[in-house]
């Protein structure tokens, strides 16, 4: 292995500006330190950057420079994170998607960021790729011969000119409604979101996390950077859907700190739930995506004895907004808290006027973490970003709509759609899920306000109860009818189903059950 | 019906994306079940093939592909004989 301590050294001195010094600064620090640990093997900080910087050499010789995007369909595995970090150096792009992605979303991807290399470890995904366009695709079978075969290489790349207002990373997002849109990340913003939450989830050198959020999905592609900056050790799996693996590798391997997504907690406690084990080595633990699932609280305090539970909420396009302090979680089941370091949010009305406590509003977001604009998408940037363009703080309109109370903790009340009136009742249509969600037979609920025609909205709860339960519609609606404030909210019409449609995150998708509606009601 | 046939019967319900299914599938990487999917899927299991698997059983091992899955129907059909 060649020296590597001169290229670090300058770097690990200073505060660092992009992807690659933060690696870099790590393997200073802690040079022979368990990066990451995956099925396929494991890695400690200097073997990163020493393929890394090989990697970006082979890379450049394939005229991979500034700019350019490398699309990589690995699942979660050790390739992303040193494709990240080689092509951080070389200051081109990482798109990281899913194997998974096929037909009109994987031609619109690759039209859309037309990367100038496709990286997969999925042959169906190479066999794709190949079909509909002509360029360059690396596939990896096995991670052993892809380290042989970068080690052979004995030359590095040096650092090019890269700045960090230059973009590191395209993540698509699902897209609900209609095609998928990339949010561009520079190095400056994925920094500031990485060193706020870093800093409020207090990770440290010693850390253990375990990461079964895919890396094309925000969350999950964070974690690596998290680690990094502390030197902390980062477990890949690449689901969650094999339990008793994934409870023995958090005993084996003294996990300290795991995000999770809650239909992860749904699997955990579904079946019967998993008794009194528990795993004291947990530290804290994390929920974003969709509401913390207050069902679960008791039984998870079991199951984490130790562990602050920090409940969440953020949007690809500024990676992360706000947290609640664990200790405010027991009286404060559904906030999302308060903005996090280096973070401003206000909850403004329809002029951008801000409104004051208990009053719903959309959330307005500032912050280094705020992305630089969607992908080759100049009128929807124009559209979520104000202030783009002058003195003061850009601004990400959310979309989003909250509310705070006496002490300033934020409320997710649900997008600009779901809220209606009925009746001179205001409904937030994810304040009644949550309802829902809290009744002992139902696995999960989605609600959608219909407005047919010009009148009053109508009510409808999609519900999908546990397998081996039966729900009765009556039963349930007794139960809403008990716990809503006003029977304004007690949903016109309840649909008992199997399963909820899914975008590829796993996020309920919620237009399709639109279409659903418009199929019944017409 | 021999358990490998059943078995595909029971996993073409959960194979969103069409792929074949051979020995050598993976249910989650492949056939793309997820976290929640493969709860229901077990469920399946225990109602066809009138067996119990507990939480404890739920690893890759046992359920990573067909034929890891078949080989595991086999034993615990055996087991309950």
Not at chain 1, 38 to 63: H, N, P
Not at chain 1, 180 to 194: F, G, I, M, Y
Not at chain 1, 377 to 384: C, L
Not at chain 1, 462 to 478: G, T, Y
Request: negative net charge; contains cysteine.
């Amino acid at each position: 292995m060649i020296d590597i301590n001169p290229i670090v050294t300058k770097a690990a001195m200073s505060i660092p500006f992009t992807v690659h010094e933060i690696i870099d600064r790590a393997a200073f620090l802690f040079p022979s330190k368990l990066f990451l640990v995956a099925d396929q093997g494991e890695l400690t900080y200097s073997q990163v950057i020493d393929l890394g910087r090989k990697l970006a050499y082979k890379l450049k010789t394939a005229e991979v420079g500034i700019g350019d995007r490398v699309l990589v369909a690995c699942g979660n595995s050790l390739y992303v994170p040193i494709y990240l970090y080689a092509t951080s150096l070389l200051g081109a792009i990482t798109v990281p998607v899913s194997t998974q992605l096929r037909g009109s979303r994987l031609d619109f991807v690759l039209q859309d960021c037309s990367p100038c290399l496709v990286v997969t470890t999925d042959k169906y995904f190479r066999d794709r790729c190949a079909k509909s366009f002509g360029m360059p695709i690396s596939y990896f079978n096995r991670v052993d011969d892809f380290i042989a075969e970068i080690d052979s290489i004995q030359k590095y790349e040096e650092v090019c000119n890269v700045i960090d207002l230059d973009l590191i990373v395209l993540m698509y997002t699902s897209g609900s409604t209609g095609m998928p849109k990339a949010v561009a990340l520079c190095h400056s913003n994925v920094l500031s979101a990485t060193e706020s939450i870093a800093r409020y989830l207090d990770i440290i050198e010693q850390d253990r996390i375990l990461n079964c959020i895919p890396f094309t999905f925000d969350y999950g592609f964070f974690q690596i950077l998290l680690c990094a900056i502390r030197g902390a050790t980062l477990y890949i799996r690449p689901n969650f859907a094999y339990k008793e693996d994934i409870f023995s590798l958090i005993d084996n391997a003294n996990i300290t700190g795991i995000p999770f997504v809650s239909t992860q907690f749904t699997s955990i406690y579904a079946r019967g739930g998993i008794g009194k084990r528990s795993f004291p080595s947990v530290r804290f633990i994390t929920n974003t995506g969709s509401p913390f699932p207050e069902k679960y609280f008791e039984e998870l305090k079991c199951t984490f004895p130790n562990a602050k539970i920090f409940s969440m909420y953020g949007l690809t396009e500024c990676k992360r907004v706000s947290y609640l302090d664990p200790e405010k979680l027991p009286r404060k089941l559904s906030s999302v808290g308060k903005a996090m370091p280096n973070v401003r949010v206000r909850i403004i009305d329809e002029s951008h006027n801000e409104v004051g406590a208990g009053v719903a509003g959309q959330l307005a977001v500032e912050g280094r973490n705020v992305m630089k604009g969607y992908w080759n998408n100049p009128n929807e940037t124009k559209r979520v970003i104000r202030f783009a363009n002058n003195l003061e703080n850009p601004t990400l309109l959310t979309g989003d709509y909250f509310k705070t109370d006496v002490e300033g903790d934020l409320y997710f009340l649900g997008r600009r759609d779901d809220i209606v009136k009925i009746c001179d009742t205001r409904i937030s249509t994810k304040d009644l899920e949550s309802v829902i969600a809290c009744h002992e037979m139902v696995q999960e609920v989605a609600v959608i306000a219909y407005i047919k025609d010009m009148y009053t909205p109508l009510l409808f709860a999609f519900i999908v109860p546990f397998s081996d339960k039966h729900l009765q519609a009556n039963e349930l609606r007794a139960y809403i009818a008990q716990n809503v404030e006003s029977p304004n909210m007690i949903p016109a019409r309840l649909v008992l189903y199997n399963e909820l449609p899914k975008t590829e995150h796993g996020k309920i998708d919620y237009s399709k059950l639109r279409k659903e509606i418009k199929i019944m009601e017409d | 019906m021999n358990v490998f046939s059943k078995l595909t019967v029971i996993l073409s319900e959960f194979n969103a994306f069409g792929v074949p299914i051979e020995s050598h599938t993976r249910i989650i990487d492949d056939l793309g079940l997820d976290s929640l999917t493969i709860v229901e899927f077990l469920t399946r299991l225990e109602i066809e093939f009138h067996i119990k698997i507990s939480d404890a059983e739920i690893k890759v091992k046992n359920f990573g592909t067909v034929e890891a899955i078949v080989h595991y129907l086999e034993c615990k059909m055996k087991e309950a004989q």
